[in-house]
């Protein structure tokens, strides 16, 4: 304790003894050096000393237990740069110096494409990525590429199935922490932002955002291929996996590949008979949550999909979408017979019968024209 003590002051006293030295140094013309610059050259000097005197206490042949508690009692003795701020502590003034920034504000490198600007310089080279389109970062299974690491690392759990973050709830696991939060809510129950449109509610203000475009029908994400929209920029990437052909969910069990993870986690429950989602009404499970959302609304009977050319409302989203066609779409299906026209070719199979009657028989169906008395 004492030796660790006595080497953290002689540290110190080195650092304001360089400090000073560094004061004293004249120059014919004004030193562009900032006063910063210089404390961070020093800490590397201090960096380096402290190194060399692990490196001798390790080669004076002391066990490893007692190497592993100076360097221990020597890291808490130098971490003593607090901030005023918030408390925190850092073993160097330049941390400390890095990490006032975010309570000053102070954004001093700036991305000289979009002019966004950023704390630290790690953060506006990774930000600049979006422009040069650099992307560094290789699956070493299906050679993907990423402009990040972490993107990367989150992918690659896809091919080896790890699925580190599991729910204390119910079991389920997941590949990323952020997935598991946003799971959580399910059991809290935990929905504060709500529609005005129609009173759905939901966990993440996010999510209420994206669902506002079912009533404004704002698609703003278009397919460069086709030109078909979408309301989410997830959507978009995932339907251009069609026309790329890009196939890179593949099931263990079969072989058989998908191009949403959602696809492939719902034809794994064919092999696994798994149905985690359980009505609070009447114990139905389901293979999916939204199989169940859309189940609870023969209880509760919420309709949240609303027409608004005559104000019918509707439990699912496809259903309206049906119904929308009575009000917009063109009428092509065609009798041949009277000339009534039918939305729905099902429609006009219905019709036909008025025509043409069907006679069940023995199994058979058997039919008869119905002819005008000559």
Do not use: W
């Not at 560094?22 to 050259?41: V, Y």
């Not at 080279?125 to 990040?148: A, D, M, N, V």
Request: proline letters at 3%; glycine letters at 6%.
């Amino acid at each position: 304790m004492r030796t660790a003590l006595s080497s953290a002051a002689i540290s110190e006293g080195r650092r304001q003894s360089l400090l000073k030295d560094s004061e004293k140094m004249s120059d014919p013309e004004p030193c562009t050096i900032k006063q910063e610059e210089t404390e961070e050259l020093i800490d590397v000097i201090l960096k380096v000393s402290e190194d060399e005197e692990e490196h001798q206490v390790k080669s004076e042949g002391k066990t490893q237990a007692n190497t592993d508690y100076s360097v221990s009692m020597d890291r808490t003795a130098v971490k003593s740069f607090t901030c005023s701020e918030c408390g925190k502590s850092f073993r160097r003034p330049s941390g400390l110096s890095q990490h006032r920034k975010i309570h000053t504000g102070v954004r001093e490198f700036v991305c000289s494409e979009c002019e966004k600007s950023f704390i630290k310089a790690g953060d506006l080279r990774r930000h600049q990525r979006i422009h040069t389109g650099e992307k560094p970062y290789r699956c070493s299974h299906c050679e993907k590429t990423f402009s990040l690491l972490q993107p990367l690392k989150v992918h690659e759990k896809i091919h080896t199935g790890e699925k580190p973050y599991t729910c204390s709830q119910c079991g389920k696991s997941f590949r990323q922490s952020s997935s598991l939060y946003k799971h959580l809510k399910i059991h809290t129950g935990e929905k504060k932002h709500q529609c005005d449109q129609c009173s759905k509610a939901f966990s993440r203000p996010a999510d209420l955002n994206v669902h506002l475009r079912v009533h404004t029908k704002e698609k703003p994400y278009s397919c460069s291929e086709c030109g078909k929209r979408f309301t989410r920029q997830s959507n978009l990437t995932m339907h251009q996996k069609i026309h790329t052909g890009v196939r890179e969910l593949v099931c263990f069990e079969c072989g058989k590949s998908f191009i949403r993870a959602g696809d492939l986690k719902q034809h794994q429950m064919n092999h696994t008979g798994e149905k985690p989602y359980v009505c609070s009404h009447c114990n139905k499970r389901f293979g999916h949550l939204g199989g169940l959302k859309t189940h609870e609304r023969i209880h509760t009977g919420e309709k949240p999909y609303t027409c608004i050319q005559c104000g019918k409302s509707f439990t699912q989203l496809a259903h309206l979408n049906e119904h929308m066609l009575i009000h917009t779409a063109e009428k092509t299906h065609k009798c041949d017979q009277c000339g009534k026209a039918f939305l729905r070719p099902y429609e006009l199979k219905r019709h036909l019968r008025v025509h043409i009657k069907e006679t069940p028989l023995f199994g058979k169906s058997f039919t008869h024209q119905h002819n005008s008395p000559s």
